[in-house]
């Protein structure tokens, strides 16, 4: 928590240096309750005692009103589908709410595109998770392709 609300508070201040406002206080979500309660009560207990300067530095900006401490629940947690291995009905929720949408493939002159029998039409009305892969390799081609396409460029 403290990294990332030193790395919070250095954007807040970027932002300020370009003329933006910001503000505050900003949310700060977080999957973990005991940290949220160790942030917001300011006494130390026995059990806390070990705890490194990072604590401090969250709850002085708590204190500060730079942060707004929030509790998420773990499933609803964006970062664990860049982080966790997860089941397929979890994978999918989260990757709805991160708003990714299917673009459409063109044909590229130097790499030929990508596979157009990858795509089904709408009349077959086949389930789209039996082609994910497929069509994420699809795309890991196209940016390779889009990065070889660069270099030639700037030769």
Known sequence: MGSTVCELSWIMFLLQD??????????????NQAALHIVANPVC????????????????????????PAHVPSKEQLA???TKYLAAPSFLSLLSK?????????PSPTCGGADETLHTSN?????????RATELLSLSQDVSCFYSNALLLLD
Do not use: M, N, W, Y
């Not at 370009?18 to 999957?31: A, I």
């Not at 991160?98 to 063109?106: D, H, Q, Y």
């Open 80 to 82: 664990d589908i860049f």
């Open 45 to 68: 207990h026995e059990r806390t005692k070990h705890l490194e300067i990072d604590c401090h530095i969250v709850r002085d900006k708590f204190k500060a009103g730079l942060i707004a």
């Open 123 to 131: 009349s077959e009305q086949q389930p789209q998770h039996k082609h």
């Open 98 to 106: 991160l708003g990714l949408v299917e673009l459409p493939s063109t």
């Open 18 to 31: 370009f003329g933006l406002t910001v503000h505050t206080p900003v949310p700060f979500l977080c999957d």
